[in-house]
């Protein structure tokens, strides 16, 4: 699965022998939970390791890496500590066990009943139960996962050719038909610090102070507010250390002033054309961003629940925190667990600000209905 969000094997977490799960049992270690199940001979019931029923002698258990195994031994969900969660935990499975083979495969996508056949459902099932899961198909998956490597190979320092062959592109032509939508920019250029790449500037005072505003020919690819345009400067180029940049007031103007109109009490626009980098788990997060009513908030822990990975709060943090063009993608809506104003970039005073105008704007559009 992902790196931001799906339980690991058990092996990666210290739950790869008997001993060790059978102490997360004694213990209702809950941090096991997901990673196997343990069946108790007598009952014929299989438990996940926080389970607080009776404790079974240890020569009445039986240990599984998940719950489809379990249930192939002829054992039945607990009530307690499963209930009706069984048909969500082995789908859960299926798909993690499908991510893990698309992780896995280096060349060539596996297909989607070859993952069927090794998931236990059809194809259909799969593709549905994947979808639901991730967000994403199976192949969306096995896409983002290659760029991935390819972003990673390009940024150590590869050349273009053996980066793309080596992140399981068969063609270089195929990749450069896709770089635009998938990387905003070619492969060379990304890997280079945008070298190469023509990104015009302009700068605006706003609500919040200095703005500034970058974009390459395809849409805008930084968004930065700060207290001295100078410094903004600065920041986008070292975001873009090798790109040719150029200020360009006139013909950054209307893109600048729907920017500045978010910051009045308006909404983000979500038609703004944009040029950014994204992995599909950043994607996810930013739409269920997008999806957030101006002037509402939404805890980390509730926006992983939205795309559907439940515990990947951190990673919905770090995603957030990733995102170049704040402001268009509002992720000043994000709040910590107890609804506090934290992580966000340009301080919480003007996160604070972003949310109050918001509201204000809100309040205003409905006198104007009523």
């Not at 390009?154 to 399981?168: D, M, N, Q």
Request: proline fraction near 5%; charge should be positive.
């Amino acid at each position: 699965m992902p790196d931001e969000g799906m339980a690991a094997r058990g092996a990666t977490r210290g739950f790869d022998d008997d001993a060790a799960r059978w102490a997360a049992v004694t213990g209702n270690d809950a941090s096991a939970d997901g990673h196997f199940y343990y069946a108790v001979i007598t009952t014929g019931v299989y438990c996940r390791p926080s389970c607080r029923s009776r404790m079974p002698k240890r020569e009445n258990v039986q240990f599984y890496d998940n719950a489809a195994a379990a249930e192939a031994a002829g054992y039945r969900p607990c009530r307690k500590c499963l209930g009706q969660d069984a048909a969500e935990i082995r789908r859960r499975e299926a798909v993690t066990r499908a991510c893990a083979l698309l992780d896995g495969a280096e060349e060539t996508a596996p297909t989607l009943d070859a993952l069927a056949a090794e998931t236990g459902l059809s194809p259909y099932h799969l593709q549905r139960t994947f979808k639901a899961v991730t967000g994403v198909t199976p192949r969306q998956y096995w896409d983002a996962r290659r760029l991935a490597r390819l972003r990673q190979n390009l940024k150590s320092g590869e050349a273009v050719a053996p980066a793309l062959y080596g992140a399981g592109y068969g063609s270089s032509s195929r990749l450069y038909e896709k770089a635009r939508g998938q990387l905003g920019m070619t492969p060379a250029t990304y890997g280079k610090g945008g070298k190469g790449a023509v990104i015009a500037f302009t700068t605006a005072a706003s609500p919040l102070g200095p703005l500034l505003v970058a974009a390459t020919e395809a849409g805008i690819c930084f968004v930065s507010l700060g207290n001295e345009v100078s410094a903004l400067e600065t920041g986008l180029r070292e975001e873009f250390p090798r790109a040719e940049i150029v200020r360009e007031d006139e013909t950054l103007g209307e893109l600048t002033d729907r920017v500045l109109a978010s910051l009045d009490g308006g909404t983000p626009d979500s038609a703004l054309p944009l040029d950014i980098q994204a992995t599909a788990f950043q994607r996810q997060v930013w739409e269920a961003l997008m999806a957030i009513p101006a002037g509402e908030t939404r805890t980390y822990g509730e926006l992983a629940e939205a795309i559907g990975k439940p515990g990947a709060a951190r990673a919905v943090g770090r995603a957030c925190g990733s995102n170049r063009v704040a402001l268009v993608i509002p992720c000043h809506r994000a709040v910590g667990a107890n609804g506090s104003l934290t992580g966000y970039r340009w301080g919480t005073e003007r996160k604070r600000r972003l949310l109050d105008a918001e509201r204000a704007g809100n309040a205003k559009r409905l006198a104007a209905a009523g």
